[in-house]
């Protein structure tokens, strides 16, 4: 039996070339690739242990949590199956390939919906549950993983693990959040929420400044399923802090059938310098808040709109030219929010910066059961960025230091850059994760964060 490495000659991806890169584009791409089959096959022999591998879904992570640099990744798009699905429970079980957006067209008719989607259908279920994603309804459903009922682990021994939520495993709760690093997620059973339609009930409230979002915030969440707040980043003076709140509910009479998950304009190259910039983005947001605000107030809109808006545009990331975006996602406790929010956008303005889409949640007190899960009670400000540099870099520092010395905490799995003090700051726990990590995998983000961690602690212990 040839071994991982005798395969990665066969099908290795040319650097230049590969499909097998971060959504951000910061980072290099992954060198090597294996289909999923081939991994999952020379896995079950159990004689993959010399190699270092990490699960490749869609892309869609902004970071390096889904590239390793110094192994493979597996790509896990052909196992895209949907295996069962039970019309009355709403219970479906399908391969970690398959895309969000065939789960949803499949469970629609039945009137059913995922209880947690991120802000694009263009995620694996697989990756989904890997990063234990939130939604517009965190203070109401929490993560996805809330949600898993099963999962299917293949680990590099060989061995294929039933994981269930009832049996309260480390394994089970190390895989949802886990970044892939457990093994390989090759199938999972969700339960979804039933729906009346897929339309939703939108009403657009505007505030002035960042103290009227949280006056609305809580209340706002107690009567809606789903609330997000959009904020006019660019905006200075009497305008700073100004934004819309947008919150929605499923419409009681209306579509039940999905809409074509296809993209409607295209970004068909790579921009030679990037297009978002400063002037951009203040023109931008002007429109977007004259168009958005105009229809304050309730009305009708479809799901794809109002969950998925940057859908509609695809390789839309290439806007931000050849050196590619950060984004930086933060949670802050609610205690600290009122003052730490503001001094994140300040930060971001005096150091020259704009932010395209700027976004403000609350996340509510619904424990995830995975072992490291970004969301926890407070409110959650996205940001991104194009990557000028060591200026970016620098003001990415900031924020961090903002966040840790609030009692925050930073996402990894849109981070491409967080030093490993930040990730142990936001992630204590990180060595429950390492101890039933699978040996085989790694990513570039656990080397660079957990394992220089690891790294230290040794030292520390040989020198005393």
Known sequence: MAGIGTLFLVIAVNNSMSPYRSFGLTNPAAPNALVAEAAVALMKTGTSKADSLLGYGNGRSYGDSCLNGQGAVVDMRSMNRILAFDPVSGVIEAESGVLLSDVIAHAAPH?????????TQFVTLGGAIANDVHGKNHHRRGTLGSHVEALMLLT???RVHRLDRRSRSRLFAATIGGMGLTGLILSATIRMMRVSSLDIEEEITPFRSLDGYFDLAEAADAINEYAVAWI???ATGRREGRGLLIAGNHAEY????ASAAGTLLRVPFQMPVGVINRPFLKIFNSAYR????????KHRTGYQGFFFPLDCVAD??????????YQHQSVIPESEARRTIPALLAAVREAGHG??????????DMASPGLISFPRPGYTLTLDFPNRGAETLALMERLDRITIGAGGAVNPYKDARMDADVFAASFPNWRELEAVRDPTFMSDFWARTAKILDVRR???EAEE
Request: charged share 25%; glycine share 20%.
């Open 111 to 119: 009137g059913f919906f995922p209880a947690v989607v991120p802000g």
């Open 156 to 158: 590099s021994d060989g």
């Open 232 to 234: 006019d980043q660019p």
């Open 254 to 257: 209306g579509a039940r059938k």
């Open 290 to 297: 004259w168009k958005k605000g105009r229809t304050r107030g």
């Open 316 to 325: 839309w990331n290439r806007l931000y030219g050849p050196k590619g975006l």
């Open 355 to 364: 932010s395209f889409l700027t976004v403000l949640k609350r996340f509510g």
């Open 458 to 460: 040794g030292t520390v």
